[in-house]
């Protein structure tokens, strides 16, 4: 597989869609809720005038995980902070960055940070969880996957998310579940993969902490 360059090391490509955005925002153009329809969309549809996060592969040299995470990071901000990000995310990106390792650096730290995600101190889940992220720190520093731990974390995860006393407990375990399944899984392109990562996403966040999600993403785009 072709390893993927942000923007396909073009900074011509950058301006366009950021250029593109802006225009959108300024008309009034971005909504949530839907893709892409009568000339307005959220994050994805008007970046690309559909609802194919793939197509982030094809025309930014970005990975579909990442689209993916913008869309849900866009519709669970506030109204104000959400017609920012699509402009937000796009700069953060830097033509030519290898962003192969942001995604699971970033679910490393819902794995990891309480205070985006409480659940993951709950008694019941907390080793369960430990389990994943540390499964996880191997792709987020580019190291292959153990896929025999995986399948053990994810297994405990599974379990915990079972037992799980309350909301927050079981939003932590369950990303933990999903994290240890997707590392495991034979192909990172996998419908019910991608679906899930939305999902997970979702599942960590009170309010307040999409607002703490967009912040950490800015930044990991930035550092790369």
Not at 73 to 89: K, Y
Not at 115 to 124: A, E, F, Q
């Amino acid at each position: 597989m072709t390893a993927l360059i942000a923007y396909h090391n073009d900074p011509v490509i950058k301006t366009k869609i950021i250029a593109q955005l802006e225009a959108h925002r300024a008309a009034d153009q971005l909504v949530k809720g839907q893709y892409w329809e009568g000339g307005k969309g959220c994050a994805v549809g008007c970046t690309i005038h559909g609802q194919d996060h793939a197509e982030y592969e094809v025309r930014f040299g970005i990975p579909e995980m990442l689209a993916r995470l913008e869309d849900a990071i866009f519709e669970g901000l506030p109204n104000g902070d959400a017609m920012e990000w699509p402009v937000r995310f796009m700069s953060a990106i830097r033509p030519g960055a290898d962003l192969s390792r942001v995604w699971w650096q970033f679910l490393h730290w819902l794995l990891t940070d309480a205070v985006v995600n409480p659940g993951i101190n709950h008694p019941l889940v907390r080793d369960a969880i430990r389990q994943c992220a540390d499964v996880v720190a191997a792709p987020a520093k580019g190291i292959p996957i153990d896929r025999i731990a995986a399948d053990s974390a994810w297994r405990a995860a599974d379990s915990a998310a079972d037992s799980a006393a309350d909301s927050a407990a079981w939003s932590a375990s369950w990303i933990a579940a999903w994290s240890a399944a997707r590392s495991a899984a034979e192909s990172a392109a996998e419908s019910a993969a991608w679906s899930a990562a939305w999902g997970a996403a979702r599942s960590a966040a009170r309010s307040a902490a999409w607002q703490m999600m967009a912040e950490k993403l800015t930044r990991l785009l930035e550092a790369t």
